[in-house]
């Protein structure tokens, strides 16, 4: 089942929180999206029914393998579609930060294929992973 688009942000967000501290817990993702408890609680048991995530019994959130390839995609798209147009086009940074958050999500995989294929020609290297 194709995952929307808050689900995608979710996941976006748990990856990029594990890389900064030791462990993410629910309230750490509500801080981070400014979402209420109750919202990030849903949506965590929707993402553990999907199989994206796992929880432990102290709270503490991790991406399971499926959960951290999808984070890892999103994530790729979004730091693509943001330096494209901000280092090809001259955007403002953070239009184009908010610009390529709302993309990332309809691209089609035709366009971001030629995109990225683009950029690496234009000598791009993409962001760590």
Do not use: W
């Not at 999500?105 to 992973?129: A, C, D, K, N």
Request: charged share 30%.
């Amino acid at each position: 089942m194709p995952l929307h688009e808050s689900g995608e942000d979710y996941l976006e967000t748990i990856y990029l929180l594990s890389k900064k501290n030791p462990f993410v817990r629910s309230v750490d993702i509500a801080n981070e999206l400014s979402y209420t408890k109750a919202s990030v609680s849903r949506a965590m048991r929707i993402l553990r029914e999907e199989g994206l995530i796992s929880m432990a019994a102290d709270g503490q959130i991790r991406l399971t393998k499926s959960g951290l390839q999808k984070a890892r995609d999103v994530y790729s798209r979004h730091t693509l579609i943001t330096d494209f147009f901000a280092q090809e086009l001259g955007v403002n940074p953070i239009t184009a930060e908010k610009d390529a958050c709302k993309i990332e999500h309809v691209i089609s995989e035709e366009t971001y294929l030629r995109l990225r294929s683009y950029m690496e020609q234009h000598g791009y290297e993409p962001r760590e992973l």
